[in-house]
């Protein structure tokens, strides 16, 4: 098991730039793969990036080339950059762990993105 805490969500203008944060309560190292997703109102949650141990990160198309994930296994947190900003990226994005066959969720950060 592990619990997740998203920070760093924020108001931003367009064009803006915002680092979310997802604090584990154990050793990241040893979790296949860590996840960002994000869910605007009225729709579904859908997949922002992932990262896997030894692969490279994959992202969603409507995000590539803006946003960035990494994690730190020492800090035992993941990240995610997220530059060039559009008022598209409002949603409360979450943190996803994938342990074995399980996935563990945290409580979402808000983003907002608008002038």
């Known amino acids: 098991q592990v619990q997740l805490v998203e920070s760093g969500g924020g108001l931003v203008q367009p064009g803006g730039s915002l680092r979310l944060s997802c604090a584990a309560s154990?050793?990241?190292?040893?979790?296949?793969?860590m996840a960002w997703y994000r869910q605007a109102p009225g729709k579904q949650r859908e997949s922002v990036a992932r990262?896997?141990?030894?692969?490279?990160?994959n992202y969603a198309d409507s995000v590539k080339g803006r946003f960035t994930i990494s994690r730190d296994n020492a800090k035992n947190t993941v990240y995610l950059q997220m530059n060039s900003l559009r008022p598209e990226d409002t949603a409360v994005y979450y943190c996803?762990?994938?342990?074995?066959?399980?996935?563990?969720w945290g409580q979402g950060t808000q983003v907002t993105v608008s002038s």
């Open positions: 996803k762990a994938e342990i074995a066959l399980n996935n563990y």
């Open positions: 990262i896997t141990y030894g692969s490279s990160p």
């Open positions: 154990r050793n990241i190292f040893s979790i296949n793969a």
